[in-house]
């Protein structure tokens, strides 16, 4: 009799079925990807070595513009690293409030709601926005925060209307406000994801040796759902710092953040090898924090 | 100390004569969950340092009984008492009594050391104070070398070793065990029998045992509570409850047997027989007093029942297969049909007729159980 193996439900079955043309099934994709992805990429990253002359793309091989994205340009003076590090901070904010507004909704889906229709119907309330277009998400925010709009007029008609809500829209705040509605859903859908596996009877144990509910919360629940928060948080932070949307809309015009920088640089001030360095000097950030976020998850795997 | 025939009576208010005496009282407890009363009325003394097993089918009650002493669970009706000291509403943090759970419930983020010395390092104990206990209790458990593994890096021997370890380091008053062999293999599941029983004597801590297991409940128990819809059907020591079982329902669960209705015919003391229809009229004695004319049940062993060659009978052997070191017959006898086991090589021919015979000692007779 084979003695009892440990269950690890992360292990895979190792099967070799594919025969020897296996790997011929893979072409169309890999075509794919380099022509639609690898390349562009490429060309891209060339251009942002090269300059922008008065009427085109220059191949002058260069650091210059990396120098501006660092420490500014003659043109424009130096906005593009401090726009880059605002990005970051409105990134942060968005993945904290995110995460905070996430976590007691996952966890009431997870272990509070029995009744599974209504924990159906929770989700599905979740669910439901992510439907709906990005865009026609934000304008809702501009209905909501106007001057005139849905929240200043109910604060009005209590008699709490005032001017702090006149500055509101077009503002950072709004930014902020306007993506945590966005990212929250995928928030709470990555935390609930790892909270749904984590057993119940682990927090009975914990209780059944002595501990609370609070220090039963803290040493057991979250460490376990850690993985889920720092999936949902990378995915957060890597899109809402690169994220144009948001403030074109809802921002005000030193709200400016640097996907709007590279987009002007694509579109108006028609740089595109800055632009170049601005979008890979923001893929690199975003590339360092997965990195990061995947050894910090690996490491809690072990 | 009570006879455990007897029924069990309640403790007395304050309970303090049953300090060092009983570990565990329930007294008229009742759950419902929805429509299901999943334990109806269940009264119980558990004895300090004794081993008591909950035995009985899965929906019988038997692990909602022990989550309700573990505080899991609070009853709709009826006291817990450990230690003399109702624990009514007190969460499972408060009590003085630790689980062994089903599938174990490591901290799968945690390696064994602390995994075992969770509930220490919570209480505040000394660090140099958790690592000598936590040193001792894995040598008892003769796991001395897994302590810097993650549970999953172990075997389910180790880790049934780790829960237990993990739940008798808080030297708990009562230890509640929660089918802890059920994932086991059959050969560790035997050799994790003997040990346990083995660490309850050494600790001599009260274990208060659930299982569906009727083999695990024999081998290891001082008390078997046999349960059946919420309710216990029978409490004794492994013999008495399979020589004298009192329903049929219990006969039934502890080893094979037959049971067969009938009517009976006549009473002697509490010594009785019962027609059979086309069985014959069998002797035995009573578990319940019954009367003439009265319906009812009756146990025949497998092993009890005698199998002779008789051309002239009416029972024809219908099936006869090897179950491991004896052969297993099934005989129709008119309408009802009965299993008899008998030595490897005895087996005979379906199609076979054959006399039934059972000794009349070996028989019990039961009041007919509500359908």
């Known amino acids: 009799m084979a003695p009892a193996a440990p269950i690890d439900v992360l292990e895979r079955p190792r099967g070799r079925r594919a025969g020897r043309g296996g790997w011929l099934l893979g072409i169309p994709v890999v075509g794919w990807m380099t022509l639609l992805f690898a390349v562009p990429y490429l060309l891209l990253f060339l251009q942002s070595f090269w300059r922008a002359g008065a009427f085109g793309t220059v191949t002058d091989w260069n650091l210059d513009n990396y120098r501006a994205v660092f420490l500014g340009d003659s043109f424009a003076g130096n906005i593009y690293l401090p726009t880059l590090l605002k990005s970051l901070k409105i990134g942060a904010l968005v993945t904290l409030c995110s995460t905070v507004l996430a976590f007691p909704v996952a966890y009431l889906l997870a272990f509070k709601v029995r009744v599974s229709r209504l924990r159906m119907l929770i989700y599905t309330m979740v669910i439901v926005p992510l439907w709906a277009s990005y865009l026609l998400r934000a304008y809702a925010w501009k209905v909501i925060l106007g001057q005139d709009g849905l929240l200043g ?44 596996r984590l057993p119940g009877s682990l927090i009975e144990a914990s209780k059944d040796l002595g501990v609370g509910r609070l220090k039963t919360f803290r040493s057991v629940v979250l460490p ?79 | 100390m009570t006879s455990s025939d007897a029924p069990v009576l309640p403790v007395a208010d304050g309970g303090r004569a049953a300090v060092g005496d009983t570990a565990v009282t329930l007294e008229g407890v009742r759950k419902r969950y929805g429509d299901v009363l999943a334990v109806d009325d269940v009264s119980l003394d558990v004895r300090a340092g004794e081993f008591l097993t909950l035995l009985g089918p899965s929906g019988c009650g038997k692990t909602t009984t022990l989550r309700l002493i573990g505080g899991f669970e609070q009853p709709d009706r009826g006291a817990i008492r450990i230690d003399a000291r109702d624990v009514a509403g007190e969460p499972p943090y408060r009590r003085p009594v630790n689980t062994v759970f089903q599938q174990y419930a490591l901290f799968p983020h945690l390696d064994v050391r602390r995994n075992i010395g969770y509930g220490l390092r919570h209480a505040g104990v000394d660090g140099r104070e958790i690592a000598r206990r936590v040193s001792d209790i894995m ?58 029983k083995r660490i309850h004597r050494e600790v001599g801590v009260t274990f208060i045992y659930v299982t569906h297991d009727q083999e695990e409940a024999m081998t290891m128990s001082d008390r078997i509570v046999v349960m059946n819809r919420g309710r216990i059907e029978q409490q004794g020591g492994p013999e008495e409850i399979f020589d004298r079982p009192r329903t049929a329902f219990v006969a039934d669960f502890i080893g094979d047997t037959n049971v067969v209705d009938g009517v009976v015919t006549s009473v002697e003391g509490d010594h009785a ?69 008998v030595p490897r090589g005895k087996g005979l021919e379906p199609g076979t007729a054959v006399r039934l015979d059972v000794d009349s000692e070996r028989i019990r007779i039961f009041a007919r159980e509500r359908a």
């Open chain 2, 273 to 341: 027989t019962v027609d059979l229809g086309a069985l014959g009229t069998v002797g035995g004695s009573l578990a319940t007093s019954l009367g003439v004319g009265d319906t009812a049940q009756v146990s025949i062993r497998p092993n009890d029942v005698r199998v002779e060659v008789d051309a002239a009978a009416a029972a024809i052997v219908e099936e006869t297969v090897l179950v491991g070191g004896h052969v297993a017959m099934k005989i129709a006898c008119g309408e009802t049909s009965v299993t008899a086991n």
């Open chain 1, 153 to 196: 007029s109910v604060l009005d008609r209590v008699g709490l209307g005032g001017t702090f809500l006149n500055d509101l829209l077009y503002s950072e705040a709004a930014v902020i406000i306007a993506m945590t509605h966005i990212f929250t859903p995928f928030m709470i859908l990555t935390i609930y994801a790892v909270l749904e």
């Open chain 2, 139 to 196: 040598e008892l458990m003769q796991i001395p070398e897994v302590g810097d593994r993650r549970p999953r890096q172990l075997s389910g021997g180790q880790q049934q070793r780790v829960a237990l370890a993990r739940a008798l380091v808080m030297e708990p008053r009562v230890l509640l065990l929660d089918e802890p062999l059920g994932s086991l293999d059959y050969k560790l599941r035997k050799d994790m029998q003997f040990e346990l």
């Open chain 1, 224 to 302: 376990l759902a850690a993985p889920g928060i720092v999936a949902g948080g990378t995915f957060t932070m890597g899109l809402s710092s690169g994220d144009f949307v948001a403030p074109m809309l809802v921002g005000g015009k030193d709200d400016v953040m640097v996907a709007n920088q590279i987009y002007s640089q694509f579109g108006a001030t028609n740089n595109w090898p800055l632009g170049s360095a601005l979008a890979f000097v923001l893929l690199g950030i975003v590339l360092i924090l997965v990195a990061v976020s995947t050894s910090a998850e690996k490491r809690e795997r072990i």
